[in-house]
C-alpha cells in the first residue's frame, strides 16, 4: 500500500515539473487583435491536466450491516487526477473527461471492517465527463472562473485487494453527478493553475441492512466486547423476531433511524492545465517608415469682403383710423420683413410711424410714434435684435389729404414704413439724424 501510493505521489511531482519546465519556453499568451488595436490574451486549445488534493467522505461508516452498528463519519484523504479537455464552443464550453485515485491510504480501520464499507475502507477508481463552462473569456484576463457539472463513476477497490468485496458479492460502483466550481490562472500561452471545489451527488444506493446474525457472520466477535447485547444475543439465538433481517431502509414502529444506504462526497483540488493547439501569436505589426513632411505652400490671404445690405425695401403697414392695433394683413406683411431681416443681418431698420391730417390734428403727434413702437415690438419678439431697429415719429403725413376723404381721412396716411440701411452706416445716420 505504501509503496503503490509512494510511486503515485512521485508520479505526480513527475508530470508537474515536466509541466513548470514546458512553461519556461512557452510561448508568450498576450496577443493583439487584427488591426494591432487591442491587447488581448491568447485562447489555448486541447487541455492536459494532473492535480492533487483532499477528498471526503461523509456518511455511514458501514454500508453493510446493522442499523445499530451504522454510525456517520467524515474522511478526507488524498486523492490524484488526470484529465483532457476539448473546446467545444470557442473559449467558453469545453468538455472535460476525467480519471484519478481517490482515497489513497485508505485501509480497514476503527470505522468499518473487511466488506462493510468498500468506499471508505478502499481506494476508488474515478471516471467522469463534464461539461465546463468558463464565466470570463481566456481572452479577457489571465484569471477564469468557471462552472461544471455532467456524469461519473466511483469504483471502489480497483486493484482488487479487498477479498471479502467479491466474496460477499458487495456493490462496488457507485454512479453520481458532479456539480463544481473553479478558478484557472494562467502562467503562459501553454500553462495555467487552477484550483477547484466540487461535490457529488449519489444517484444509486450502494449498501444493504443485514440481520444481526449475518452481519456478525465476517466480523469479531461480539459476545467477547459485550455479552449482553442484542448483536451478541442475536448471535446466540438467531430466531428470535428483533433478530430477523429487516428489509433495507425499514423504520422500526418506534420510530428509530433507518438503515443508510448512500454516502456523499466532494473534493478540493489544485493542478496544472498544459495547452496544445491554441492560435498561435500573430506576427510583429510591420514598421513602416513615416513620409517625409510636406511643406505646403503659404496661404494666400484674401482680404474679406465688406458685407452689404442689399436690401432695398419692406414692407409698410397700415392702421385704422386713431388705431395703433395691427391688423391680419399687417401682422402677415411684418412676418415677411422678419424672414428677410433674419437672412440679412447686416442690414438694420428705421421704424418711422406715421398719422393722416385729421389724425393729428385730433390725436396729435403721439399717436405716430405709438404706431412705431408697436411695429418695433413685434419684430423685437419675434427675434430682432433691439440694436438693428432705430424708432423715428415722423408725425402727419405730407402732403396732407382731403379731410372730407370718405375714410376720415387719407388711408395711407396712417401708416408706419420700414425703411432698410447697412447696419455700417447705422449709427452715422441716427446721429445725423439727430443733429
Known sequence: MFSRTLSLALGFVLVTALGLATSAQAQPYRTLDEDGSTDRYSVPGVRLGVSAGLFAYNGPNILYGTVDAQDSVTKARLGVT??????????????????????????TD????????????????????????NLISYRRSSLVPYVFTGFGALVAD????????????????????????????????????????????????????????VANAFGDDPCATDPEGMECKCKKFPEKPECKEKPPGEVDPEGERSFDERFRTGGLAAGFNFGFGGAPPPPPPVVVPPAPPVVPPPPVIVPP?????DLTELNAIYFEYGSTSLTDDARDLLENNVQLLREHPECCLF?????????????????AGQRAQVVYDYYLDRGIAADRMHVRNRGASFPPCDKEDPEEGCRYGRRVESIPLDCSNFLDRIGADRN
Open 82 to 107: 488526470a484529465h483532457v479537455s476539448f473546446p467545444l464552443v470557442r473559449d467558453r464550453l469545453y468538455l472535460r473527461t476525467t480519471a484519478g485515485l481517490l482515497n489513497i491510504g485508505a485501509d
Open 110 to 133: 476503527e470505522d468499518a471492517g473487511p466488506g462493510q464499507n468498500p468506499f471508505l475502507t478502499n481506494e476508488v477508481f474515478l471516471g467522469e465527463g463534464d461539461l465546463l463552462v
Open 158 to 213: 480497483p486493484f482488487g485487494q479487498d477479498e471479502f468485496i467479491d466474496a460477499l458479492d458487495r456493490d462496488r460502483t457507485a454512479y453520481f453527478i458532479p456539480a463544481g466550481v473553479g478558478v484557472d490562472i494562467r502562467v503562459s500561452r501553454n500553462v495555467s493553475f487552477y484550483l477547484e471545489g466540487s461535490y457529488r451527488f449519489i444517484l444509486n444506493e450502494v449498501g444493504q441492512e443485514l440481520s444481526p446474525s
Open 305 to 309: 469682403q465688406p458685407i452689404v445690405c
Open 351 to 367: 421704424i418711422d410711424g406715421y398719422t393722416d391730417t385729421s389724425e393729428y390734428d385730433e390725436f396729435g403727434m403721439p399717436l
